[in-house]
């Protein structure tokens, strides 16, 4: 089973942030938080990962909580073209263990 | 930059067929995982390996086999094909494991009539 809990959909105003949380209580001290996204039925995209700092990169921010039981992925500026479904994944081994993600809806 | 490449990129398969999904991970990428992602369904992890050896397995039925090659690629040997194997295939690569990302492919189609 999935280790994490995301909201099932979310709506956004084109330009606006897109906040999108995700908890993962149960979350071991060896594991990293990933983000990814899927739009449409292309390969899943790697957004962003990080262990215990928050990160940024070009396309998003993590931030994770103290106690690193949730996190939540801001996209600051979002485009209609990041209309997808936002999976957060934790994992520490080899593999993904995908839930049922957040679909994210930009609004013209 | 470089992509995982995967082909074909669509495949249609009779049942009880026999299907071979082949799977180019990014240069000097070492570590090769596939996922199985069934209509309106998330992707389900089957298998992965790092250096050629098998490194954690995941849904993958007893007719489906895989393997990496001295060059890293990888194939995914599907046999006995059923109607409920048609799915969106995945490989994804990455350089080592634990906290390096993986980076999917644009996936194979397969559809079982």
């Known amino acids: 089973d999935a280790k994490t809990t995301q909201p099932t959909s979310m709506d956004c105003a084109e330009g606006r942030a897109a906040n999108l949380p995700c908890n993962h209580s149960?979350?071991?001290?060896?594991?990293?938080v990933y983000w990814y996204r899927q739009i449409h039925s292309q390969g899943p995209q790697y957004i962003i990962h990080g262990l215990k700092n928050n990160e940024t990169n070009e396309m998003a921010s993590l931030i994770i909580t103290e106690d690193r039981k949730s996190s939540t992925l801001i996209l600051p500026h979002a485009t209609l073209r990041d209309t997808a479904v936002y999976y957060c994944i934790v994992s520490g081994t080899y593999k993904y263990i995908f839930g049922t993600g957040t679909r994210l809806k930009v609004l013209a | 930059a470089a992509g995982v490449i995967q082909s074909p990129r669509h495949l249609i398969k009779e049942k009880r067929e026999t299907a071979t999904l082949k799977c180019y991970p990014i240069?000097?990428?070492?570590?090769v995982y596939w996922y199985q992602q069934g209509p309106g369904q998330d992707p389900q992890f089957l298998i992965s390996f790092y250096e050629k050896m098998q490194s954690d397995k995941g849904s993958i039925p007893d007719r489906f086999s895989a393997q990496q090659f001295s060059d890293y690629h990888s194939e995914l040997n599907m046999s006995s094909l059923e109607l409920g194997d048609s799915a969106l295939y995945f490989c994804a690569s990455s350089y080592g494991t634990s906290s390096y990302e993986q980076y999917f492919g644009p996936g194979t189609r397969l559809t079982v009539t």
């Open positions: 240069p000097r990428h070492d570590t």
């Open positions: 149960t979350i071991s001290g060896n594991e990293y």
